[in-house]
């Protein structure tokens, strides 16, 4: 399983994880897991992903990176 982050600041968070929503639907993709973490104005989203390829094409749709595994 890959986890990757993508973050957002607290102004564009809601469009965001609109999209993000969107991503998932279109790939036909339930939420393994999903976290957020809030720091200052940025807001780490965490979403984890059963298959590796399908978690790179997201990181690269969002800008993410691989994050440290969601518990």
């Known amino acids: 399983m890959r986890t990757v982050e993508v973050s957002s600041n607290r102004a564009d968070f809601s469009n965001t994880l609109g999209a993000i929503r969107e991503w998932l639907d279109l790939n036909n993709r339930p939420l393994v897991r999903f ?8 807001i780490a989203i965490k979403v984890r992903f059963d298959a590796d390829d399908l978690a790179e ?6 800008g993410g990176s691989y994050g440290n595994p969601v518990a």
């Open 57 to 62: 094409t997201f990181r690269q749709s969002f």
């Open 35 to 42: 976290e957020t973490d809030a720091v200052g104005d940025s």
